[in-house]
């Protein structure tokens, strides 16, 4: 059985002094203080890709500079799905016992070490090549109008949205690693520049520097752990052009795919780490997964649905949105979180116990779709 045994994140920000491999390796330290254990009893390696480093084979590159002699090493390339993508292939490793300890490790200097038009550049090319890069699109322009047409199928108003990012920004305020801390209103929100209409500068995640590395082991520790207990993926389209349908993007597939192999129900969920790019991104996962009805997951969020001390709590290191996007580590920092939380290790920011948790992740344009199952053990 895969168990997460260890989780850190570097802080999130700008942080102009580190690299890509320098913020890897800072958050594989604290991993392997967490576990008490020797460069040389990691057996299998897995990194994500980076934007600003592209190098044909980054496990290896990883692995050469810390040190490490994996017995299996392999880089991945799923877009804001590859976190989720990797603790899910780890958890395979783990189960088919080819690996005892594998290192799950992200990071980039996408902030500091990369000109905002190259980012915006680079960021764009998961564009078709022959539908829409030729318009110049870049990426919050392929999720406004994703969001103009899911807004209008679903009721959704732009205040509606402005509210998770109200939500994210306050879960981050608690949180001292977070990009952003200082709190918003849904009128800051709505005031904000627009960046691709609807969707307004607080309505998308900012660019960080960042790192998370994940520990997946094949026996408990002893001390806390959360059980890896199901996973799923769901794929429907790769191109916004190309998309299938509105109301329907694979996220139902990788859920129930996760659902299926951990025995549980949705019902028995008590914590979410959902993806959150952008507003639209989270207000559609959250539809999407059946979390709440169609066009009624800002309503969930005023009620205190998803607060930290609500009956689902979500995203409490503050998301995407706001904890910061530091490309594959982004989304790695959800499952950090969870992690935190359900082994009740979040000091000050501690939640009420929670036993169930949902992380949810999508790649692309709402392309590629992971779902994990994880339990407090």
Do not use: W
Not at 6 to 25: V, Y
């Amino acid at each position: 059985m895969p168990y997460l045994t260890a989780a850190a994140c570097t802080a999130f920000g700008d942080l102009q002094t580190l690299s890509t491999t320098d913020l890897m390796a800072q958050a594989t330290d604290d991993v392997l203080l967490q576990s008490g254990l020797e460069p040389g009893q990691i057996d299998g390696l897995l990194c994500g890709y980076a934007v600003n480093l592209p190098h044909l084979m980054p496990a290896d590159l990883f692995a050469e500079r810390y040190g490490l002699s994996p017995a299996y090493a392999h880089g991945m390339q799923m877009g804001g799905a590859t976190g989720a993508g990797m603790v899910m292939l780890a958890g395979d490793l783990i189960r088919a016992k080819r690996c005892r300890q594998v290192l799950v490790v992200a990071g980039e200097n996408r902030l500091s070490g990369m000109a905002r038009d190259a980012a915006i550049a680079a960021l764009a090319q998961v564009g078709d090549p022959d539908y829409e890069l030729p318009h110049g699109t870049t990426v919050p322009a392929y999720y406004a109008l994703l969001a103009s047409r899911y807004m209008a199928a679903a009721g959704i108003q732009e205040r509606d949205l402005a509210e998770l990012a109200v939500l994210m920004r306050l879960h981050a305020s608690t949180h001292p690693k977070a990009h952003f801390r200082e709190t918003i209103s849904v009128q800051n929100v709505l005031q904000s520049r627009s960046i691709a209409s609807p969707l307004k500068l607080l309505d998308c995640c900012p660019i960080s520097d960042g790192a998370v590395a994940l520990l997946i082991s094949a026996d408990h520790p002893g001390r806390p752990a959360l059980r890896l207990r199901g996973a799923g993926q769901g794929h429907r389209h790769q191109h916004l052009s190309a998309m299938r349908s509105a109301e329907d993007f694979g996220a139902r597939d990788s859920l129930a795919r996760a659902l299926e192999q951990s025995r549980c129900d949705l019902a028995d969920v008590d914590y979410l780490g959902i993806y959150d790019s952008f507003t639209i991104t989270l207000a559609i996962l959250l539809e999407d997964l059946g979390l709440t009805p169609r066009g009624q997951s800002a309503a969930f969020a005023r009620s205190g649905h998803f607060d930290a001390q609500g009956e689902m709590p979500l995203n409490t290191h503050g998301g995407l949105l706001s904890f910061g996007h530091s490309g594959v580590a982004g989304g790695l920092a959800h499952i950090a979180e969870c992690y935190a939380q359900l082994s009740q290790t979040a000091g000050t920011r501690q939640i009420p116990a929670r036993e169930l948790a949902l992380i949810h992740a999508d790649g692309g344009v709402l392309s590629a779709h992971v779902s994990l199952i994880f339990d407090a053990c």
